[in-house]
């Protein structure tokens, strides 16, 4: 239960009129009577919005447990100490924002408490995409970034992703985000911060970052394909109501895929996103208008960025009719790609363990390094050597040496690249991903994702799963059970379990960081022995019974 002079004192010390006067009004209904604004007070006050490897993200509303410019200004006080303590006063941190409600506000405030501080701030002239936030830490030479921005989270959501660089971490770190134990030492710094009003902003002070930076982002984008080849292909592109149309369009064009058309109804930043129930491209019917349009213009290919532009969505003709593509098919035809390109070099391929193992065979063929990460791209984009990551979940990095995290925006251009050398040839992506299977085996992968409205639950499955292994999944005895809790050779310790069949199958279970689910990604593996559609209706039979039974063993009783 929320107490009254928490609550109150929390009001006095609220920089914001407009949150004050929301909690002020929600704390007149409660003590009027109003049970559910009794538990939206008790919810907003039990905890803080903790600060860990993905910063900040959350609801935008007043409390501790929610965005808002209270939490944000303590979060910018903390990362500033915790970096003047790391590398000195003169540090410099770099900002950018999405077009989020109160993303431009949480900018502003994070700019001029580092300029009150006494370090050095840059912030971007307008709302910009989360990789070119990426590319300035590095091309800056910044000791950190701020992006703020929820990505493909509801609307209303906000966030404050946090990244490293110059003399703050080690050179495979630069321009990557956070990880342990550098968000704990910002976490302890941000819990030693004054009281949200009491925290001095400058009135200016901080730079604004030039154009110059971001015409520099455009040309290595636009660099990562040859400057000669194939062009003929007509793209439909989506920004999802974000902020990858601006940018997108300067890559295409640069590039010379100029024969693309924007969805309109998607074209221009919206926080409200209200073309679509949920802004992620992944989401079932995201792609909707995007498809139509598509099929309208008698298009070769659909991109879809996310609202922050950071991941990739693809859709394409499979057998004559559109299919949006998995995350991992989408990696392994760029890292097939890329695969080929630095073969025989001294480089290595990363996907998280949660990705497709089809990657690790890819590296192996073409004689190249390959490391799996613990899950998100703080921990794919530190792989030393890296020349490409992936993660499942529609994340591509295809030019680690500039942007040391998942990129939208050079994946999308480097697809157009790889779908119209294939057209040339008379070709389609379908017919690569036939190939990659062919010479490497069918590699078969889908989500089982529980969503929970009891937090609870997902712990309680955990330790139920540990406590009780299946002994058998989709009618394959279980080979074996790793608890990755307390870490490997080459992963550091998280909450996850992976299992392994006889015939190869996978399983990997793991709580969400960022959402309340339990999720579990399936992976079947059948070698291809002559015949392609054989070899693909046996993974599909046997991934409709490896399904039944992880979705079985994950129930509570």
């Not at 109003?34 to 007043?62: C, I, N, V, Y």
């Not at 990789?131 to 929820?150: E, I, S």
């Not at 690790?360 to 073409?366: L, Q, T, Y």
């Not at 490391?371 to 921990?379: D, E, I, N, S």
């Amino acid at each position: 239960m929320y107490n009254v002079e928490t609550v109150q004192d929390w009001i006095t010390h609220d920089p914001s009129e407009e949150t004050k006067a929301e909690l002020t009004e929600l704390l007149a209904k409660a003590e009027g009577g109003d049970e559910a604004a009794k538990a939206e007070l008790t919810d907003r006050f039990t905890g803080s919005l903790q600060f860990g490897t993905a910063g900040l993200r959350g609801a935008m509303a007043a409390g501790p447990n929610r965005m808002n410019r209270a939490v944000v200004r303590r979060a910018a006080y903390g990362l500033t100490s915790w970096l003047q303590k790391t590398v000195g006063k003169d540090a410099l941190v770099v900002i950018g924002f999405d077009a989020r409600y109160h993303s431009d506000e949480f900018a502003a405030d994070t700019a001029a408490i580092v300029t009150a501080m006494g370090s050095r701030a840059m912030i971007m002239p307008r709302h910009l995409p989360t990789p070119l936030l990426a590319f300035a830490v590095r091309h800056l030479g910044a000791d950190a970034g701020v992006m703020v921005t929820a990505s493909h989270n509801p609307a209303q959501d906000n966030g404050y992703k946090v990244y490293v660089g110059a003399r703050a971490v080690e050179e495979d770190g630069r321009g990557v985000q956070i990880v342990p134990p550098i968000d704990a030492g910002i976490a302890a710094e941000i819990a030693a911060a004054p009281l949200a009003d009491e925290i001095e902003l400058a009135e200016g002070g901080w730079e604004t970052i030039s154009e110059d930076v971001i015409d520099a982002y455009v040309e290595q984008a636009i660099s990562v394909v040859p400057a000669d080849g194939p062009r003929d292909l007509r793209i439909v592109y989506t920004p999802m109501h974000g902020v990858g149309g601006e940018i997108m369009k300067r890559v295409l064009d640069g590039a010379g895929f100029t024969d693309y058309e924007m969805v309109p109804e998607q074209a221009q930043p919206d926080p409200d996103f209200p073309t679509v129930s949920f802004p992620n491209p992944e989401e079932k019917g995201a792609l909707d208008l995007a498809i139509a349009l598509a099929k309208k213009n008698d298009a070769d290919l659909v991109i879809a960025s996310d609202p922050d532009a950071d991941r990739a969505s693809l859709a394409t003709k499979v057998n004559g009719e559109w299919r949006q593509l998995s995350g991992d098919e989408i990696g392994s035809l760029l890292g097939e790609y890329v695969a080929t390109r630095d073969e025989g070099k001294d480089v290595a391929l990363a996907s998280s363990i949660v990705s497709s193992q089809l990657l690790g065979k890819i590296a192996e063929g073409h004689g190249l390094k390959y490391h799996a990460t613990l899950t998100g791209f703080k921990w794919i984009a530190r792989t030393h050597k890296i020349t490409f990551g992936y993660e499942e979940a529609i994340g591509f990095c295809v030019d680690p040496n500039h942007v040391r995290d998942k990129d939208g925006l050079s994946a999308g251009v480097t697809l157009a690249h790889l779908a119209a050398s294939l057209k040339a040839e008379g070709k389609e992506l379908a017919d690569e991903l036939d190939r990659i299977h062919t010479r490497y085996g069918v590699y078969l992968t889908t989500p089982v994702t529980i969503r929970v409205s009891d937090l609870s639950i997902i712990p309680a499955t955990m330790a139920k799963l540990r406590k009780e292994p299946p002994t058998e999944l989709g009618g394959s005895p279980v080979r074996s059970i790793e608890d990755l809790s307390k870490g490997t050779e080459e992963l550091p310790g998280t909450d996850a379990l992976r299992i392994f069949t006889e015939n190869n199958s996978r399983v990997m279970v793991r709580p969400s960081g960022t959402e309340p689910k339990l999720k579990c990604y399936l992976e079947v593996v059948v070698p291809v022995e002559g015949d392609l559609a054989a070899a693909r209706a046996t993974a599909a039979e046997r991934m409709d019974a490896f399904k039944a039974d992880v979705e079985a063993m994950t129930k509570l009783d």
